[in-house]
């Protein structure tokens, strides 16, 4: 999807607003994935001297629990509002992405913004203890070496041996 920006910013006197979905499957995303299309709801708002424009996505990302590897299904939701004026589109601290033809490319735009928003560490929950030094076992499921009072449990019977063995 494309706004024609620079042309809204010289002649745009009623708002213009699009929704749509875009499919970030096949998007690379640091440490996650983007499985199921994002609702991007875009508007612009033609002002005394600049415009305001306004983004908002509604996105599920996918991800391992950076703790106990569980499979992560987060919601990010977010909006986001830029002032411009007529001569930003030119400069070179401009940082929303142009199209060759120099519209507004709107399906980058979110993509940059969903990067910036989500969190750089996904857990499962958070207080995720993790996963078990001894078993490997996520320690929320309660692991046999967990068990200190179990007295059959494997783990504790060579600890035994071993405490017999250094007596
Ligand atoms: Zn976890
Ligand atoms: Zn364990």
């Known amino acids: 999807m494309q706004f024609d920006l ?18 970030f499957g096949g998007a690379d ?9 994002v609702s991007v709801e875009f508007a612009a708002y033609p002002g005394e001297a600049d415009v305001e424009l306004v983004l908002k996505v509604e996105s599920q990302v996918c991800a391992s629990c950076a703790r106990c590897l569980a499979p992560v299904r987060q ?13 930003d589109p030119d400069s070179e601290e401009f940082e929303l992405p142009l199209a060759e033809n120099g519209a507004l490319d709107l399906d980058e735009l979110a993509y940059q913004e969903l990067v910036l928003e989500v ?8 207080d995720c203890q993790g996963l078990c030094p001894v ?16 007295d059959d449990a494997p783990a504790d019977a060579r600890l035994s041996i071993l405490k017999q063995l250094l007596q």
């Open 6 to 23: 620079k042309q809204f910013l010289h002649n745009g006197r009623e708002p213009w607003r699009q929704s749509f979905t875009v499919d």
């Open 29 to 37: 995303f640091p440490g996650y994935s983007v499985d199921e299309p």
């Open 75 to 87: 919601p990010v939701c977010f909006e986001r509002r830029w002032l411009i004026r007529p001569s």
């Open 119 to 126: 969190e750089p560490v996904l857990l499962c929950s958070p």
């Open 135 to 150: 078993c490997g076992q996520p320690k929320a499921a309660g692991c046999a070496c967990q068990r200190q009072a179990g």
